[in-house]
């Protein structure tokens, strides 16, 4: 009996670590049409890694290293390294999850099965500190040695990167003009890095019906393509950081904006416009995905506490039934 209660512990515990594992790990994909500098076509690691690991991984194994890093001087095979930084996947959404989009998920797909060179990383941890963005270029940069060895480095304004005189792009338009105008002015054999974020594509008329992630990554796919550039691609997803959504930071400008313009108005008495507001940050915080994963975790300790419990229940060897006293 002991041994049996020892048993279902364990698969207990080992599905909570599991649940909580798929919880703050997320998805990244690398996929390149035209890269054919190394031998594997399709390969899927299933490690939990840092994003540390994961931009190694891609330099070493991926072959990005002779794109990124000042020191290899031969010819580049690309023309373009994009890394989009997504906000909707987890690792337990490419297992099948009902709640991810179909056509992100699907689209992610076909980039990773007809491309000539492809990686999957369903499990890479993500970091409460720095965002993704800036914790991959931070990376190549420093597994490259000598800082990066890129002919042109641009990320849109919604992306957080720390240091570095990079070039700025403003939205979807703007990166589309930057892909056309480095085709044009780029040396051949050289290549240029782009970091896009999802979030930079929102202005507060759309914060209740944002541009899906699949439609904005189809249009930045398109406009490389329409380019003409050779490129290779980098999805990784980081949904850890939906507070950082210029969207929020938009609507809190607003707010301030709007308390400036009434100032007159007394501060203590709640119209229907500040309702309005109010309502709209409480939506906010509580699709907050830190609250989100805290209540997950919650409900799996007490799923613990009361299988536990049963267990000991049932560990107990206690009579059924007492004989009654003998008589003198």
Known sequence: MGFKI?????????IAAAQISLASTVPAFLWAPGFSSVESKESVNYQIMSPKDLANSVLSQGGWS???CSERKNERPVDLAVVFVGRELHSSDVAGNKHADPALLNLLKDSFTKS??????????????????NLLVSSFKEACGHGLGVANV??????????GDFQKLANLHSVHDHLVSRMEKRTKGETDLVVLCHGGFQSLKELDQPFPESEILTE??????????????????DPFKSIHYPGYRELERFLADDTAKNG?????????????????????????PYVAALHDFQGIVLLLILVSGLCCMMGIDTPTRFEAPQEN
Do not use: H
């Open 264 to 288: 007159s108005a007394s501060p203590k008495v709640c119209d229907e416009v500040c309702q309005l507001k109010s309502s709209l940050l409480e939506g906010v915080l509580v699709r907050d």
């Open 116 to 133: 000539n060179f492809s990686m999957a990383f369903p499990y890479v941890a993500t970091s409460e500190e720095e965002t993704m963005e």
């Open 154 to 163: 641009a990320f849109l304004e919604s992306c957080s990167i720390e240091g």
């Open 6 to 14: 020892f048993v279902v512990a364990m698969m207990v515990g080992f």
């Open 220 to 237: 930045v796919m398109s406009s490389v393509e329409q380019s003409g550039a050779k490129y290779a691609a980098l999805y990784v997803s």
């Open 66 to 68: 002779d794109l990124l």
